[in-house]
């Protein structure tokens, strides 16, 4: 089983995504960058871009930024504070070839 942290993404609506991931990749300033388990402290800015969550079975979830945003890492924890973000469909065994966007804020 992979190691896992707690991660909560805000927008001005409310809660957005929260749960426990394995990996973490979004668009920091100077580019993508990846966060792990017990990573260290961190606080960026982030830049309009996909943000792709990886939980403890593999599967990924990824939300698309339209917008400046941040992000913190401290003790096992993400949040990413975001005006604007969409979520990404996957195509699964019943829909296959369809990915759409779900706006949420």
Same mark, same amino acid.
């Given at each position: 089983?992979?190691?896992?942290?707690?991660?909560?993404?805000?927008?001005?609506?409310?809660?957005? +995504?929260?749960? +426990? !991931?394995?990996?973490?990749? $979004?668009?920091?300033?100077? %580019?993508?960058?990846?966060?792990? $388990?017990?990573? $260290? =402290?961190?606080?960026?800015?982030?830049? =309009? %871009?996909?943000?792709?969550?990886?939980?403890?079975?593999? /599967?990924?979830?990824?939300?698309?930024? /339209?917008?400046? %945003?941040?992000?913190?890492v401290l003790k096992n924890?993400?949040?990413?504070?975001?005006?604007?973000?969409?979520?990404?469909?996957? =195509?699964?065994?019943?829909?296959? %070839?369809? !990915?759409?966007?779900?706006?949420?804020?």
């Amino acid at each position: 089983m992979d190691k896992l942290f707690h991660i909560t993404i805000f927008t001005p609506e409310g809660i957005v +995504h929260e749960g +426990h !991931i394995s990996s973490l990749v $979004a668009p920091g300033e100077l %580019g993508y960058l990846g966060v792990w $388990a017990h990573h $260290a =402290p961190l606080m960026t800015t982030l830049q =309009p %871009g996909k943000i792709i969550l990886k939980d403890a079975a593999g /599967q990924q979830t990824i939300f698309e930024s /339209q917008s400046q %945003g941040l992000l913190e890492v401290l003790k096992n924890e993400v949040i990413l504070i975001l005006d604007r973000v969409s979520k990404w469909l996957q =195509p699964n065994s019943t829909d296959v %070839g369809r !990915i759409g966007k779900i706006s949420l804020s």
